[in-house]
């Protein structure tokens, strides 16, 4: 009986696009000056310094770091120093009304219907839990962050790492078998099926060939309740 439902993001509850060509860009124009004004302060300050651990660069200067995150946004490194930044500047945008955290149309009914059903929900993603908080507290449908019992990031490991979602399951007191995941990408999936996890993959585009896992197209495809045992 699936007990827990942990979601990803990108490509799973949210249109990639709105990640890629709308939250990216936004830091993406803002990092630089924002850094520098804010290296000396809380919380940037601790940020850098662990940036400068990331990177085993312990003396370099903010310009030096901001080059470093520049290359890592032109990679799109998971660095949890750099999704750090990206929160903190994703949030004027969203309190300004730039844009709202975009959700599949699919998305709030089901999420609404699992947690009716007692099904706790939780969000699993590489960006900081603040910038995940942000997504869903402005999200087009309004602030829907009262479904979610609780938010996972690079803090608990990569979402690549079996180890990330035995940390997970560990968090929530949960078995795995009764923990479900939501992604788009099949190497997370794999990750959190060597954890223990059941798994279902969301292909919102084209289809994923290399995958094994279920495959749905929208999450009013998902019947936990029919996921046996
Ligand atoms: C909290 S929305 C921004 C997500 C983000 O910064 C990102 O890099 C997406 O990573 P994910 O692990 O959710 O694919
Ligand atoms: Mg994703």
């Not at 007191?173 to 999936?189: V, Y």
Request: aromatic fraction near 10%.
């Amino acid at each position: 009986m699936i007990r827990a439902i942990v979601t990803d993001i990108e490509g799973t509850t949210s249109d990639i696009r709105f990640v890629h060509n709308v939250l990216f860009p936004y830091a993406r124009e803002r990092l630089a000056a924002f850094v520098t004004a804010e290296q000396y302060k809380e919380p940037v300050s601790t940020i850098l310094n662990n940036l400068r651990d990331e990177v085993a660069q312990p003396d370099a200067s903010a310009a030096e770091l901001i080059d470093v995150l520049f290359a890592f946004m032109d990679e799109d490194r998971k660095s949890t120093a750099l999704k750090a930044l990206q929160g903190i500047i994703w949030r004027d945008g969203y309190v300004n009304g730039d844009f709202t955290g975009h959700l599949y149309p699919d998305v709030l009914p089901q999420l609404e219907k699992w947690k009716a059903q007692g099904i706790d929900l939780y969000v699993y993603s590489s960006g900081s839990v603040a910038a995940q908080k942000l997504l869903f507290g402005y999200s087009d449908e309004g602030d829907i962050t009262h479904l979610f019992s609780g938010y996972f990031d690079t803090l608990v490991g990569a979402k690549r790492e079996v180890q990330s979602y035995r940390n997970i399951a560990t968090q929530l007191g949960l078995p795995p078998s009764s923990i479900l995941f939501l992604s788009d990408i099949h190497q997370e999936l794999d990750a959190a099926e060597e954890a223990g996890f059941r798994t279902i993959q969301l292909i919102r585009g084209d289809d994923d060939a290399a995958s094994h896992h279920h495959q749905v197209p929208s999450f009013s495809n998902i019947k936990p309740e029919q996921i046996p045992s």
